[in-house]
């Protein structure tokens, strides 16, 4: 995935020329936990073995398997799982535009439901009669990924269905509208920078000078945002991309310590040991 202008996620859409990205995903692939990131789409991630745990702008919500969440437009997000365990989940991400192609939706009401007076997120649960609705569709375009069968245009309005039942159900309320965080916004600026630079031997004051801030409010921020430091994020973006090359190319190991910033091989071992509980070459042929 790339950056677009704003520096959100640009994702991959991959359900014909349509901006509907479906998978379903394993949080292993990820050293289970993903990188901070956000886009313009809505994000429904539903466990299908396991549970999540999915931190949305400064808030944890788990959400067990069988249930889905539903993460708002341009919210600061990333999935764990608890104490590292296994989970296989429903990826569904879907640009509200889309929505906008259809008669009888204006764009500024799809535009309301994306703004910071309408929810972060929606829990979905089978309890409810509309949410089990919701679910039954996620779980259909999940089977479709995993067992074929659907094609584009199928798949396109299944998505449509899920999100007009979902559009209705986000409630704007001006009230209680909260105020532009100038401190997740420096915050979206630095993760921009860390993954754009992450090969590099960076430290905390060069993240810190990306947005004009001293090395102990950079520490500050990342704490209060992403409850972790700049450096730890770091590593954790630097694991990620070996975790992605060692699954997916032949590169050797130290060409992939040196490409993901670790420095040497040695380090590269022990860092992504002491992270996965394996060295890099016994996750690779497990």
Not at 132 to 142: D, I, K, P
Not at 170 to 194: F, N, T
Request: glycine letters at 6%; aromatic letters at 8%.
């Amino acid at each position: 995935m790339g950056t677009n202008a704003d520096l959100s996620v640009a994702i991959n859409y991959n359900v014909g020329d349509l901006p509907v990205y479906l998978t379903v995903d394993d949080m292993y692939r990820h050293g289970y936990a993903t990188t901070a990131h956000w886009h313009a789409d809505w994000e429904f991630l539903a466990p299908i073995m396991g549970s999540l745990t999915v931190f949305v702008n400064g808030a944890n919500y788990t959400v067990p398997e069988g249930a889905a969440l539903l993460v708002n437009s341009g919210r600061l997000h990333y999935l764990t799982t608890p104490a590292r365990s296994e989970c296989r989940f429903i990826d569904l991400a879907v640009n509200p535009d889309l929505l906008t192609n259809l008669p009888g939706i204006p764009a500024a009401t799809v535009r309301a439901k994306m703004t910071a007076t309408a929810p972060d997120v929606v829990l979905l649960l089978d309890k409810t009669p509309w949410q089990a609705t919701v679910l039954e569709r996620v779980h259909l375009l999940g089977n479709a990924y995993r067992f074929g069968g659907s094609d584009a245009p199928t798949i396109a309005l299944e998505t449509l269905a899920l999100c007009t039942r979902i559009l209705t159900r986000l409630h704007v309320d001006a009230e209680q509208m909260r105020p532009a965080d100038a401190g997740s916004q420096l915050v979206w600026q630095m993760v921009d920078y860390i993954q754009r630079h992450y090969q590099e031997p960076l430290t905390a004051t060069q993240i810190a000078g990306v947005v004009h801030i001293s090395r102990s409010q950079c520490f500050s921020l990342f704490k209060a945002v992403l409850h972790e430091t700049p450096s730890a994020y770091l590593q954790r973006v630097r694991l990620a991309q070996a975790t992605t090359q060692l699954t997916m190319t032949r590169k050797a190991v130290a060409e992939i310590a040196l490409d993901c910033g670790f420095g040497t091989p040695s380090h590269f071992i022990a860092v992504f040991k002491a992270a996965r509980g394996v060295t890099p070459r016994h996750f690779r042929t497990n």
